[in-house]
């Protein structure tokens, strides 16, 4: 707590949410005041005990973030976020919208780098815009297929499926502690 208090001090409004969640769960904004800080992470570190993690909130997600989805790779989409009327998430599942984008080069090199430190050929590429470029707000390893494929018109599902099937090991058979 006292380390989240630090990093609010020093940043002013912060966002707090679990790093094994998805569809927007249990993500909260904490306003500059530190209103229920306290209170949040007796939640987070009591109650329910998952990893979690605190970074600066950036008003830029008013108009969005971007949502670019790899696949071995290579951008098998992308689609800009933003959030719904009185909402700080732009997840679908929590009333954003989306639409398709173009990504520029550095927005493609940065979230191929990004899913590649993570060990991830298939990925879902948080982006938002910043004076610095490209910021990477999270990598997931569920991509959020209904978003993209929606807004692109491609089946991003028969992708990950070829990539999969093209790239798939052989099973051992017949030793210790293998299958089969």
């Known amino acids: 707590l006292e380390d989240v208090l630090e990093f609010q001090k020093e940043h002013g409004a912060v ?10 769960k249990a993500i909260f904004k904490i306003d500059e005041s530190g209103t229920n800080t306290s209170a949040l992470f007796e939640v987070f570190n009591q109650t329910w005990p998952e990893p979690h993690m605190v970074q600066p909130f950036l008003p830029s997600v008013a108009e969005g973030d971007k949502r670019i989805v790899l696949v071995d790779g290579e951008v098998a989409g992308a689609i800009n976020r933003k959030p719904g009327e009185g909402e700080f998430r732009s997840n679908l ?3 954003g919208t ?61 992708m990950i499926i ?4 093209k790239n798939q090991k052989p099973w051992k058979t017949g030793t210790k502690g293998g299958r089969g």
């Open 93 to 95: 599942h929590r009333g």
């Open 162 to 165: 070829n990539w999969t099937e």
């Open 15 to 24: 966002v707090v949410k679990p790093l094994h969640g998805n569809g927007g």
């Open 98 to 158: 989306a639409s398709l984008i173009r990504i520029t080069p550095q927005e493609r090199s940065t979230a191929i780098k990004a899913a590649k430190a993570m060990g991830l050929n298939v990925a879902g590429v948080d982006l938002l815009r910043s004076s610095r470029g490209p910021l990477v707000m999270e990598v997931n390893s569920s991509p959020g297929l209904e978003g993209i494929e929606n807004a692109t018109g491609k089946n991003v599902a028969g």
